[in-house]
């Protein structure tokens, strides 16, 4: 266990932490005695009990924001994953009904041909126009 030396609103606080967290426990203290600096330029010197309960305070509140904007960042980022996946499904639907029509057309032309090679006029249900605009639709 390794103990740090940080500075509060002008006082010294010596601090337990774990060994290698020396350096970032500095840095959180940095940032709140920054924080409470602030305070005390705006309301004066209060107390060090009072000031620290006002960074706190306000440490919480932007603490409770940040997890308000995850929580709705996560909600839209499942409401596009919703999206993607019903997207995904009908996307899949209209490859199967084209490959079903370029089926039935291939058929068709096969007859076609078929038909043609026999000399042969072709049969009303070969391929025609409205069967290629049908596979286009």
Same mark, same amino acid.
């Given at each position: 266990?390794?103990?740090?030396?940080?500075?509060?609103?002008?006082?010294?606080?010596?601090?337990?932490?774990?060994?290698?967290?020396?350096?970032?426990?500095?840095?959180?203290?940095?940032?709140?005695?920054?924080?409470?600096?602030?305070?005390?330029?705006?309301?004066?010197?209060?107390?060090?009990?009072?000031?620290?309960?006002?960074? =706190?305070?306000?440490?919480?509140?932007?603490?409770?924001?940040? $997890?308000?904007?995850? *929580?709705? &960042? #996560?909600?839209?980022? @499942?409401?596009?994953?919703?999206?993607?996946?019903?997207?995904?499904?009908?996307?899949?639907?209209?490859?199967?009904?084209? =490959?079903?029509?370029?089926?039935?057309?291939?058929?068709?032309? $096969?007859?076609?041909? *078929?038909? &043609? #090679?026999?000399?042969? @006029?072709?049969?009303?249900?070969?391929?025609?126009?409205?069967?290629?605009?049908?596979?286009?639709?």
């Amino acid at each position: 266990m390794s103990k740090v030396s940080v500075t509060l609103n002008g006082r010294e606080f010596t601090i337990g932490c774990e060994d290698g967290q020396e350096a970032y426990l500095k840095e959180l203290a940095q940032i709140l005695d920054r924080r409470v600096g602030t305070i005390a330029d705006q309301v004066g010197q209060i107390g060090d009990l009072r000031l620290l309960l006002m960074a =706190a305070l306000m440490l919480v509140d932007e603490q409770k924001d940040a $997890e308000r904007r995850v *929580d709705a &960042l #996560e909600s839209h980022v @499942e409401h596009l994953r919703r999206e993607r996946s019903g997207s995904a499904s009908t996307q899949a639907a209209d490859r199967d009904r084209l =490959a079903r029509h370029i089926l039935r057309i291939a058929e068709r032309l $096969e007859g076609l041909a *078929d038909s &043609l #090679e026999e000399g042969g @006029e072709p049969t009303p249900g070969d391929a025609s126009n409205a069967d290629l605009a049908e596979a286009r639709a």
